[in-house]
Protein backbone atom coordinates (compact mmCIF):
# COMPACT_ATOMS: atom_id res chain seq x y z
CA UNK A 1 0.00 0.00 0.00
CA UNK A 2 0.85 3.57 -0.58
CA UNK A 3 1.01 6.16 2.07
CA UNK A 4 0.90 10.20 0.83
CA UNK A 5 0.80 13.39 2.85
CA UNK A 6 -1.24 16.20 2.19
CA UNK A 7 -3.16 19.42 3.73
CA UNK A 8 -5.49 18.41 6.24
CA UNK A 9 -8.56 19.50 4.64
CA UNK A 10 -11.66 17.56 3.33
CA UNK A 11 -11.45 15.82 -0.15
CA UNK A 12 -14.66 16.02 -2.15
CA UNK A 13 -15.29 12.29 -2.23
CA UNK A 14 -13.84 8.99 -1.76
CA UNK A 15 -13.75 7.34 1.63
CA UNK A 16 -12.82 9.15 4.84
CA UNK A 17 -10.78 8.17 7.94
CA UNK A 18 -11.47 10.68 10.88
CA UNK A 19 -11.25 10.71 14.81
CA UNK A 20 -13.24 10.88 17.97
CA UNK A 21 -11.73 11.02 21.86
CA UNK A 22 -12.63 8.76 24.63
CA UNK A 23 -16.15 10.33 25.76
CA UNK A 24 -17.26 10.70 22.25
CA UNK A 25 -15.79 14.53 21.38
CA UNK A 26 -15.02 14.42 17.39
CA UNK A 27 -11.88 15.71 16.54
CA UNK A 28 -11.94 19.47 14.51
CA UNK A 29 -11.93 16.96 11.12
CA UNK A 30 -14.73 14.69 12.29
CA UNK A 31 -16.31 17.86 13.34
CA UNK A 32 -16.23 19.08 9.93
CA UNK A 33 -17.63 16.01 8.36
CA UNK A 34 -20.37 15.96 11.12
CA UNK A 35 -21.22 19.45 9.57
CA UNK A 36 -21.05 19.11 6.20
CA UNK A 37 -23.49 15.69 6.71
CA UNK A 38 -25.84 17.83 8.80
CA UNK A 39 -25.08 16.18 11.96
CA UNK A 40 -24.81 12.20 10.34
CA UNK A 41 -21.94 11.87 12.50
CA UNK A 42 -23.37 12.59 15.97
CA UNK A 43 -26.53 10.64 15.30
CA UNK A 44 -24.36 7.59 14.44
CA UNK A 45 -22.44 7.96 17.50
CA UNK A 46 -25.65 8.01 19.81
CA UNK A 47 -27.06 5.07 18.21
CA UNK A 48 -24.27 2.77 19.13
CA UNK A 49 -22.03 1.86 21.41
CA UNK A 50 -18.60 3.96 20.55
CA UNK A 51 -17.22 5.78 22.79
CA UNK A 52 -14.26 7.30 21.31
CA UNK A 53 -12.23 4.19 23.14
CA UNK A 54 -8.82 3.13 21.55
CA UNK A 55 -10.76 0.11 20.10
CA UNK A 56 -13.66 1.56 18.86
CA UNK A 57 -14.43 1.80 15.45
CA UNK A 58 -18.00 2.96 13.52
CA UNK A 59 -17.80 2.61 9.62
CA UNK A 60 -21.01 5.07 7.84
CA UNK A 61 -21.33 3.84 4.55
CA UNK A 62 -22.52 6.19 1.91
CA UNK A 63 -23.91 9.09 4.25
CA UNK A 64 -25.31 12.15 3.53
CA UNK A 65 -26.12 12.76 -0.59
CA UNK A 66 -23.46 10.83 -2.00
CA UNK A 67 -20.70 13.07 -1.44
CA UNK A 68 -18.16 10.30 0.58
CA UNK A 69 -18.14 6.61 -0.42
CA UNK A 70 -18.07 6.20 3.51
CA UNK A 71 -17.15 7.74 6.44
CA UNK A 72 -14.61 5.72 9.23
CA UNK A 73 -15.16 7.09 12.85
CA UNK A 74 -12.30 5.79 15.14
CA UNK A 75 -11.77 6.10 19.02
CA UNK A 76 -8.14 7.43 20.02
CA UNK A 77 -8.97 7.19 23.29
CA UNK A 78 -7.63 9.65 26.54
CA UNK A 79 -5.63 12.96 24.69
CA UNK A 80 -2.93 11.66 27.76
CA UNK A 81 -2.04 8.27 26.30
CA UNK A 82 -1.98 9.38 23.01
CA UNK A 83 1.23 8.56 21.60
CA UNK A 84 3.33 7.63 18.94
CA UNK A 85 2.01 3.44 19.47
CA UNK A 86 -1.19 5.10 19.93
CA UNK A 87 -1.39 6.86 17.04
CA UNK A 88 0.08 3.73 14.83
CA UNK A 89 -1.87 1.47 16.23
CA UNK A 90 -5.17 4.13 15.22
CA UNK A 91 -3.66 3.66 11.45
CA UNK A 92 -3.54 0.03 11.74
CA UNK A 93 -7.39 0.40 12.63
CA UNK A 94 -8.01 2.36 10.13
CA UNK A 95 -6.06 -0.05 7.21
CA UNK A 96 -8.27 -2.87 8.99
CA UNK A 97 -11.77 -1.11 8.81
CA UNK A 98 -11.07 0.43 5.37
CA UNK A 99 -9.82 -3.44 3.85
CA UNK A 100 -13.33 -5.22 5.80
CA UNK A 101 -15.79 -2.18 3.73
CA UNK A 102 -13.93 -3.03 0.93
CA UNK A 103 -12.38 0.53 0.15
CA UNK A 104 -9.75 1.48 -2.34
CA UNK A 105 -7.92 4.42 -1.28
CA UNK A 106 -8.83 6.52 1.30
CA UNK A 107 -7.79 9.90 3.60
CA UNK A 108 -6.95 9.66 7.13
CA UNK A 109 -7.37 13.05 8.56
CA UNK A 110 -5.52 13.02 11.54
CA UNK A 111 -6.36 16.43 13.68
CA UNK A 112 -3.54 17.66 16.38
CA UNK A 113 -4.45 16.18 19.42
CA UNK A 114 -4.91 18.29 22.65
CA UNK A 115 -3.27 17.26 25.60
CA UNK A 116 -1.57 14.46 23.38
CA UNK A 117 2.04 13.12 23.84
CA UNK A 118 3.16 13.78 20.35
CA UNK A 119 2.84 16.73 17.64
CA UNK A 120 0.76 16.79 14.51
CA UNK A 121 3.80 15.79 11.93
CA UNK A 122 4.39 12.44 14.29
CA UNK A 123 1.52 11.30 14.51
CA UNK A 124 0.41 11.53 10.87
CA UNK A 125 3.48 9.56 10.14
CA UNK A 126 3.25 6.85 13.07
CA UNK A 127 -0.55 6.26 11.23
CA UNK A 128 0.35 6.46 7.86
CA UNK A 129 3.42 3.70 9.29
CA UNK A 130 0.85 1.43 11.36
CA UNK A 131 -1.66 1.54 7.95
CA UNK A 132 0.89 -0.14 6.12
CA UNK A 133 2.57 -2.39 8.57
CA UNK A 134 -1.19 -3.46 8.90
CA UNK A 135 -2.17 -4.10 5.40
CA UNK A 136 1.04 -6.82 5.01
CA UNK A 137 -0.22 -9.81 3.61
CA UNK A 138 1.63 -12.84 2.51
CA UNK A 139 -0.01 -14.12 -0.25
CA UNK A 140 2.58 -15.27 -3.02
CA UNK A 141 1.37 -19.14 -2.68
CA UNK A 142 -2.67 -18.40 -3.42
CA UNK A 143 -2.91 -18.86 -6.89
CA UNK A 144 -6.36 -19.46 -6.94
CA UNK A 145 -7.67 -16.78 -4.42
CA UNK A 146 -11.31 -14.36 -5.84
CA UNK A 147 -10.31 -10.97 -6.38
CA UNK A 148 -13.16 -10.05 -3.60
CA UNK A 149 -11.53 -11.90 -0.97
CA UNK A 150 -8.29 -9.99 -1.28
CA UNK A 151 -7.37 -6.92 0.32
CA UNK A 152 -8.76 -3.78 -1.37
CA UNK A 153 -7.15 -0.65 0.02
CA UNK A 154 -3.73 0.59 -2.43
CA UNK A 155 -3.60 3.93 -0.81
CA UNK A 156 -3.89 6.27 1.84
CA UNK A 157 -3.84 10.08 2.01
CA UNK A 158 -2.48 10.84 5.56
CA UNK A 159 -3.93 14.48 6.01
CA UNK A 160 -1.64 16.77 8.43
CA UNK A 161 -1.49 19.94 9.39
CA UNK A 162 2.16 20.04 8.35
CA UNK A 163 2.40 17.46 5.02
CA UNK A 164 6.21 18.48 5.00
CA UNK A 165 7.31 18.01 8.07
CA UNK A 166 4.73 14.36 8.42
CA UNK A 167 6.80 13.87 5.37
CA UNK A 168 9.86 14.03 6.48
CA UNK A 169 8.72 12.08 9.77
CA UNK A 170 7.55 9.38 7.80
CA UNK A 171 10.81 8.59 5.96
CA UNK A 172 12.71 6.18 7.94
CA UNK A 173 9.40 4.67 9.45
CA UNK A 174 8.82 3.44 5.38
CA UNK A 175 12.17 2.15 5.93
CA UNK A 176 11.49 0.51 8.77
CA UNK A 177 7.94 -1.42 7.81
CA UNK A 178 10.25 -2.82 4.77
CA UNK A 179 12.37 -4.30 7.26
CA UNK A 180 9.55 -5.42 8.97
CA UNK A 181 7.93 -7.25 5.95
CA UNK A 182 10.81 -9.01 5.09
CA UNK A 183 11.39 -10.62 8.07
CA UNK A 184 7.53 -11.59 8.12
CA UNK A 185 8.14 -12.78 4.66
CA UNK A 186 11.11 -14.52 5.42
CA UNK A 187 8.73 -16.29 8.66
CA UNK A 188 6.23 -17.06 6.18
CA UNK A 189 8.05 -18.82 3.05
CA UNK A 190 7.98 -22.89 3.62
CA UNK A 191 11.24 -24.43 4.57
CA UNK A 192 10.84 -26.21 1.06
CA UNK A 193 11.63 -22.59 0.27
CA UNK A 194 13.56 -21.36 2.67
CA UNK A 195 16.41 -23.59 3.59
CA UNK A 196 20.11 -22.15 5.08
CA UNK A 197 20.86 -21.50 1.29
CA UNK A 198 18.00 -19.27 -0.01
CA UNK A 199 17.70 -17.67 3.60
CA UNK A 200 21.48 -16.55 3.30
CA UNK A 201 20.55 -15.54 -0.09
CA UNK A 202 17.90 -13.07 1.22
CA UNK A 203 20.60 -11.16 3.29
CA UNK A 204 23.27 -11.18 0.17
CA UNK A 205 20.39 -9.15 -1.31
CA UNK A 206 20.83 -6.41 0.82
CA UNK A 207 24.14 -5.61 -0.99
CA UNK A 208 21.99 -3.09 -2.64
CA UNK A 209 21.37 -1.07 -0.09
CA UNK A 210 25.50 -0.95 0.73
CA UNK A 211 25.36 -4.10 3.47
CA UNK A 212 28.69 -5.69 3.49
CA UNK A 213 27.97 -9.30 3.14
CA UNK A 214 29.92 -12.58 3.57
CA UNK A 215 28.16 -16.29 3.76
CA UNK A 216 30.32 -18.83 5.01
CA UNK A 217 29.64 -22.73 4.37
CA UNK A 218 30.54 -26.11 6.18
CA UNK A 219 34.14 -25.86 5.09
CA UNK A 220 35.29 -22.43 6.65
CA UNK A 221 32.71 -23.23 9.97
CA UNK A 222 34.68 -26.82 9.84
CA UNK A 223 38.06 -24.55 9.87
CA UNK A 224 36.75 -22.52 12.45
CA UNK A 225 36.12 -25.36 14.32
CA UNK A 226 32.24 -24.49 15.06
CA UNK A 227 32.00 -28.71 15.77
CA UNK A 228 28.49 -27.21 17.87
CA UNK A 229 26.63 -25.57 15.01
CA UNK A 230 27.78 -28.18 12.70
CA UNK A 231 26.56 -31.05 14.46
CA UNK A 232 22.72 -29.36 14.60
CA UNK A 233 22.99 -29.44 10.52
CA UNK A 234 24.99 -32.96 9.64
CA UNK A 235 21.21 -34.82 9.56
CA UNK A 236 19.92 -32.31 6.44
CA UNK A 237 21.25 -32.84 3.09
CA UNK A 238 21.17 -28.69 2.62
CA UNK A 239 24.66 -27.11 4.00
CA UNK A 240 24.52 -25.00 7.01
CA UNK A 241 25.64 -21.12 6.77
CA UNK A 242 26.69 -18.70 8.24
CA UNK A 243 25.67 -15.31 7.55
CA UNK A 244 27.62 -12.12 8.22
CA UNK A 245 26.26 -8.87 7.40
CA UNK A 246 27.71 -5.47 7.85
CA UNK A 247 26.37 -2.08 7.96
CA UNK A 248 28.87 0.59 8.46
CA UNK A 249 27.00 3.74 8.79
CA UNK A 250 29.54 4.77 12.00
CA UNK A 251 32.88 6.16 12.16
CA UNK A 252 35.56 3.54 11.27
CA UNK A 253 36.74 3.04 14.60
CA UNK A 254 33.55 2.89 16.09
CA UNK A 255 32.59 -0.65 17.99
CA UNK A 256 30.11 -2.36 16.11
CA UNK A 257 26.93 -3.00 17.29
CA UNK A 258 26.11 -6.96 17.26
CA UNK A 259 22.62 -9.15 16.67
CA UNK A 260 23.06 -12.73 16.58
CA UNK A 261 19.77 -15.16 14.95
CA UNK A 262 18.81 -18.66 15.43
CA UNK A 263 17.96 -19.77 12.05
CA UNK A 264 16.69 -23.20 11.44
CA UNK A 265 15.03 -23.32 8.56
CA UNK A 266 13.35 -26.63 10.13
CA UNK A 267 13.37 -28.32 13.28
CA UNK A 268 12.33 -31.80 13.24
CA UNK A 269 14.03 -31.97 16.70
CA UNK A 270 16.60 -34.59 14.73
CA UNK A 271 16.64 -37.99 16.30
CA UNK A 272 14.89 -36.42 19.29
CA UNK A 273 12.04 -35.84 17.07
CA UNK A 274 9.19 -33.91 17.58
CA UNK A 275 5.30 -35.20 17.78
CA UNK A 276 3.56 -34.78 14.63
CA UNK A 277 0.84 -32.11 16.15
CA UNK A 278 2.13 -28.95 15.03
CA UNK A 279 5.38 -29.67 13.77
CA UNK A 280 4.65 -27.52 10.93
CA UNK A 281 5.19 -24.45 13.31
CA UNK A 282 8.88 -25.22 13.04
CA UNK A 283 8.95 -24.08 9.63
CA UNK A 284 9.67 -19.81 11.52
CA UNK A 285 12.48 -21.30 14.00
CA UNK A 286 14.67 -19.38 12.11
CA UNK A 287 12.34 -16.34 13.42
CA UNK A 288 15.74 -14.84 15.35
CA UNK A 289 17.79 -14.83 11.73
CA UNK A 290 14.83 -13.36 10.34
CA UNK A 291 14.80 -10.30 12.60
CA UNK A 292 18.51 -9.64 12.33
CA UNK A 293 17.96 -9.55 8.56
CA UNK A 294 14.97 -7.28 8.68
CA UNK A 295 16.88 -5.41 11.15
CA UNK A 296 19.89 -5.15 8.89
CA UNK A 297 17.67 -3.62 6.16
CA UNK A 298 15.65 -0.91 8.21
CA UNK A 299 19.19 0.62 9.45
CA UNK A 300 20.74 0.03 5.87
CA UNK A 301 17.43 1.82 4.56
CA UNK A 302 17.41 4.90 6.06
CA UNK A 303 21.00 4.83 6.90
CA UNK A 304 21.68 4.55 10.09
CA UNK A 305 24.46 6.67 11.49
CA UNK A 306 26.14 3.55 13.77
CA UNK A 307 28.15 0.34 12.56
CA UNK A 308 26.37 -2.79 13.05
CA UNK A 309 26.80 -6.35 12.21
CA UNK A 310 24.19 -9.14 11.99
CA UNK A 311 25.29 -12.43 12.51
CA UNK A 312 22.47 -15.81 11.43
CA UNK A 313 23.90 -19.16 12.16
CA UNK A 314 21.78 -21.16 9.17
CA UNK A 315 20.81 -25.31 9.71
CA UNK A 316 18.23 -27.19 9.11
CA UNK A 317 17.84 -29.62 12.22
CA UNK A 318 16.65 -33.07 10.73
CA UNK A 319 16.98 -36.68 11.65
CA UNK A 320 18.90 -39.08 9.45
CA UNK A 321 21.76 -41.44 8.92
CA UNK A 322 24.25 -38.78 9.19
CA UNK A 323 22.49 -36.53 12.32
CA UNK A 324 23.44 -36.28 15.31
CA UNK A 325 22.97 -38.58 18.04
CA UNK A 326 21.94 -38.48 21.59
CA UNK A 327 25.13 -38.56 23.89
CA UNK A 328 27.29 -37.31 21.14
CA UNK A 329 29.67 -34.81 22.55
CA UNK A 330 30.64 -31.52 20.22
CA UNK A 331 33.75 -29.29 20.49
CA UNK A 332 32.55 -25.60 19.92
CA UNK A 333 34.42 -23.07 18.22
CA UNK A 334 35.05 -21.44 22.00
CA UNK A 335 36.92 -24.69 22.44
CA UNK A 336 34.20 -25.81 25.28
CA UNK A 337 32.79 -29.33 24.64
CA UNK A 338 28.72 -30.22 24.81
CA UNK A 339 27.45 -33.15 25.26
CA UNK A 340 24.45 -33.45 23.13
CA UNK A 341 21.71 -35.44 25.30
CA UNK A 342 18.58 -33.68 23.70
CA UNK A 343 19.06 -33.21 19.82
CA UNK A 344 15.51 -30.92 20.00
CA UNK A 345 17.88 -28.33 22.37
CA UNK A 346 19.19 -27.33 18.83
CA UNK A 347 18.82 -23.82 18.76
CA UNK A 348 21.30 -23.02 21.68
CA UNK A 349 23.74 -25.19 19.67
CA UNK A 350 23.90 -23.12 16.85
CA UNK A 351 24.08 -20.08 18.80
CA UNK A 352 26.61 -21.06 20.47
CA UNK A 353 29.10 -20.88 18.10
CA UNK A 354 27.87 -18.06 16.41
CA UNK A 355 28.20 -15.61 19.63
CA UNK A 356 31.47 -16.55 19.98
CA UNK A 357 32.61 -15.93 16.64
CA UNK A 358 30.64 -12.44 16.60
CA UNK A 359 32.76 -11.56 19.91
CA UNK A 360 35.89 -12.88 18.13
CA UNK A 361 36.18 -11.32 15.20
CA UNK A 362 34.02 -8.04 15.74
CA UNK A 363 34.40 -7.05 19.56
CA UNK A 364 31.17 -5.51 19.91
CA UNK A 365 29.44 -3.20 22.21
CA UNK A 366 27.39 -5.19 22.62
CA UNK A 367 25.72 -8.37 21.29
CA UNK A 368 22.15 -9.26 21.26
CA UNK A 369 21.05 -12.32 20.08
CA UNK A 370 17.21 -13.40 19.18
CA UNK A 371 16.32 -17.20 19.19
CA UNK A 372 12.75 -18.53 18.97
CA UNK A 373 14.53 -20.94 21.98
CA UNK A 374 12.06 -22.55 24.10
CA UNK A 375 8.61 -23.78 24.37
CA UNK A 376 8.62 -23.30 28.19
CA UNK A 377 8.83 -19.38 27.48
CA UNK A 378 5.76 -19.49 25.74
CA UNK A 379 4.29 -21.37 29.56
CA UNK A 380 6.01 -18.43 31.49
CA UNK A 381 4.92 -15.26 29.48
CA UNK A 382 2.16 -16.53 26.79
CA UNK A 383 2.35 -14.54 23.25
CA UNK A 384 2.46 -10.93 24.89
CA UNK A 385 6.30 -10.04 26.38
CA UNK A 386 9.28 -11.93 24.93
CA UNK A 387 11.84 -13.34 27.59
CA UNK A 388 14.64 -10.95 28.16
CA UNK A 389 18.24 -12.38 29.41
CA UNK A 390 20.96 -10.19 30.44
CA UNK A 391 24.33 -9.79 31.65
CA UNK A 392 23.95 -5.69 31.75
CA UNK A 393 21.47 -3.82 33.78
CA UNK A 394 21.58 -0.95 31.64
CA UNK A 395 21.50 -2.70 28.49
CA UNK A 396 18.38 -4.87 29.58
CA UNK A 397 16.49 -1.55 30.84
CA UNK A 398 17.25 -0.03 27.30
CA UNK A 399 15.72 -3.31 25.78
CA UNK A 400 12.67 -2.88 28.02
CA UNK A 401 11.83 0.41 27.44
CA UNK A 402 12.45 0.47 23.94
CA UNK A 403 9.94 -2.54 23.76
CA UNK A 404 7.28 -0.93 25.66
CA UNK A 405 7.32 2.50 23.65
CA UNK A 406 6.99 0.59 20.37
CA UNK A 407 4.28 -2.48 21.27
CA UNK A 408 7.30 -5.27 21.50
CA UNK A 409 7.49 -5.68 25.05
CA UNK A 410 10.15 -7.87 26.41
CA UNK A 411 9.93 -9.18 30.23
CA UNK A 412 13.38 -9.35 31.98
CA UNK A 413 13.79 -13.30 33.49
CA UNK A 414 16.84 -13.96 36.00
CA UNK A 415 20.41 -15.64 35.62
CA UNK A 416 22.23 -17.11 37.97
CA UNK A 417 24.53 -19.73 38.91
CA UNK A 418 21.91 -22.46 40.50
CA UNK A 419 20.53 -22.36 37.09
CA UNK A 420 23.73 -23.04 35.51
CA UNK A 421 24.94 -25.89 37.55
CA UNK A 422 21.95 -27.19 35.85
CA UNK A 423 23.89 -27.53 33.19
CA UNK A 424 27.03 -30.20 34.80
CA UNK A 425 27.88 -33.17 32.48
CA UNK A 426 29.36 -36.30 33.71
CA UNK A 427 30.94 -36.47 30.27
CA UNK A 428 31.94 -33.40 28.73
CA UNK A 429 31.95 -29.47 29.65
CA UNK A 430 28.21 -29.07 29.73
CA UNK A 431 25.46 -30.56 28.61
CA UNK A 432 22.70 -28.71 26.28
CA UNK A 433 19.99 -29.70 28.63
CA UNK A 434 18.96 -28.84 32.12
CA UNK A 435 16.54 -30.50 34.36
CA UNK A 436 12.27 -30.31 34.55
CA UNK A 437 12.12 -26.65 35.57
CA UNK A 438 13.39 -23.74 34.27
CA UNK A 439 13.87 -24.44 30.75
CA UNK A 440 13.88 -20.60 29.34
CA UNK A 441 16.51 -20.01 32.32
CA UNK A 442 18.86 -23.05 31.65
CA UNK A 443 18.97 -22.48 28.00
CA UNK A 444 19.93 -18.88 28.72
CA UNK A 445 22.69 -20.19 30.80
CA UNK A 446 23.71 -21.72 28.32
CA UNK A 447 23.89 -19.67 25.64
CA UNK A 448 25.84 -16.92 28.13
CA UNK A 449 28.82 -19.54 28.33
CA UNK A 450 29.36 -18.41 25.26
CA UNK A 451 29.55 -15.06 26.06
CA UNK A 452 32.76 -13.08 27.63
CA UNK A 453 33.13 -9.82 29.35
CA UNK A 454 31.15 -8.24 26.47
CA UNK A 455 27.02 -6.82 27.46
CA UNK A 456 25.02 -9.51 26.49
CA UNK A 457 21.07 -9.67 25.72
CA UNK A 458 19.15 -12.94 25.02
CA UNK A 459 15.78 -12.34 23.50
CA UNK A 460 13.63 -15.51 23.66
CA UNK A 461 11.18 -14.75 20.99
CA UNK A 462 9.21 -18.56 20.33
CA UNK A 463 5.83 -17.16 22.04
CA UNK A 464 5.72 -13.72 19.73
CA UNK A 465 7.39 -14.18 16.64
CA UNK A 466 3.83 -15.99 15.01
CA UNK A 467 0.26 -14.69 15.72
CA UNK A 468 -2.41 -16.72 15.29
CA UNK A 469 -4.66 -13.75 15.75
CA UNK A 470 -4.95 -10.25 13.97
CA UNK A 471 -2.95 -7.07 15.67
CA UNK A 472 -3.53 -3.57 14.91
CA UNK A 473 -0.73 -3.50 13.04
CA UNK A 474 -0.12 -6.92 11.90
CA UNK A 475 -2.04 -9.48 10.73
CA UNK A 476 -1.96 -12.99 12.05
CA UNK A 477 1.20 -15.59 11.03
CA UNK A 478 4.60 -13.94 11.11
CA UNK A 479 4.47 -10.87 13.46
CA UNK A 480 8.14 -9.57 12.78
CA UNK A 481 8.28 -8.88 16.29
CA UNK A 482 11.79 -7.61 17.24
CA UNK A 483 12.37 -5.42 13.90
CA UNK A 484 11.05 -2.33 15.45
CA UNK A 485 12.31 -2.93 18.80
CA UNK A 486 15.83 -2.97 18.02
CA UNK A 487 15.80 -0.41 15.65
CA UNK A 488 14.37 1.65 18.39
CA UNK A 489 17.22 0.97 20.47
CA UNK A 490 19.50 1.82 18.05
CA UNK A 491 18.46 4.91 16.82
CA UNK A 492 17.85 6.38 20.74
CA UNK A 493 21.18 5.10 22.45
CA UNK A 494 23.70 4.30 19.46
CA UNK A 495 23.47 6.23 16.96
CA UNK A 496 25.59 9.73 16.32
N1 LIG B 1 12.42 -24.47 18.39
C1 LIG B 1 12.14 -25.06 19.63
C2 LIG B 1 11.40 -24.13 20.60
C3 LIG B 1 10.03 -23.70 20.18
C4 LIG B 1 8.91 -24.35 20.63
C5 LIG B 1 9.85 -22.58 19.39
C6 LIG B 1 7.64 -23.93 20.26
C7 LIG B 1 8.60 -22.14 19.02
C8 LIG B 1 7.48 -22.82 19.46
C9 LIG B 1 13.43 -25.50 20.30
O1 LIG B 1 14.44 -25.89 19.43
C10 LIG B 1 13.12 -26.70 21.13
O2 LIG B 1 12.76 -27.70 20.58
N2 LIG B 1 13.24 -26.55 22.45
C11 LIG B 1 12.97 -27.61 23.34
C12 LIG B 1 14.09 -27.68 24.35
C13 LIG B 1 14.08 -28.91 25.20
C14 LIG B 1 14.38 -30.13 24.35
C15 LIG B 1 15.11 -28.75 26.28
C16 LIG B 1 11.63 -27.29 24.02
O3 LIG B 1 11.34 -26.13 24.25
O4 LIG B 1 10.89 -28.23 24.26
MN1 LIG C 1 14.31 -27.91 18.88
ZN1 LIG D 1 14.39 -25.07 17.56
New binding site residues.
Partial sequence: MKIRFSKLELPKDGSLVVFALKGGDLLASAQAVDKALDGAVARAVAASRFKGGGGDALVLPSPGEGRWERVVLLGLGKPADFDALAAQNAGGRAATALNGAGAKSAALLLDPVDGGKIGGAEAAARAGFGARLRSYRFDRYRTKEKPDRKPTLARMTVGAPDAAAARKAFRPLDSLADGVFLTRDLVSEPPNIMYPETLAAQGEALRELGVEVEVLGEKEMRDLGMGSLLGVGQGSARESKLLVMQWKGGGAKEQPVAFIGKG?TF?T?GISIKPAAGMD??KW?MGGSGVVIGLMKALAGRKAKCNAVGVAGLVENMPSGTAQRPGDIVTSMSGQTVEVL?T????RLVLADALWYTQDRFKPKFMIDLA?????I?IALGNENCGLFSNNDELADRIAAAGKAVGERAWRMPLGDAYDKELTSDAADMKN?GGRGA?SITAAQFLQRFVNDVPWAHLDI?GVTWSKKDKPTAPKGGTGFGVQLLDRLVAEHYEA
Avoid at 344 to 347: F, I, P, S, V
Avoid at 372 to 376: E, F, N
Fill in positions: VDGDMDNDAEGTLTGAIIGA
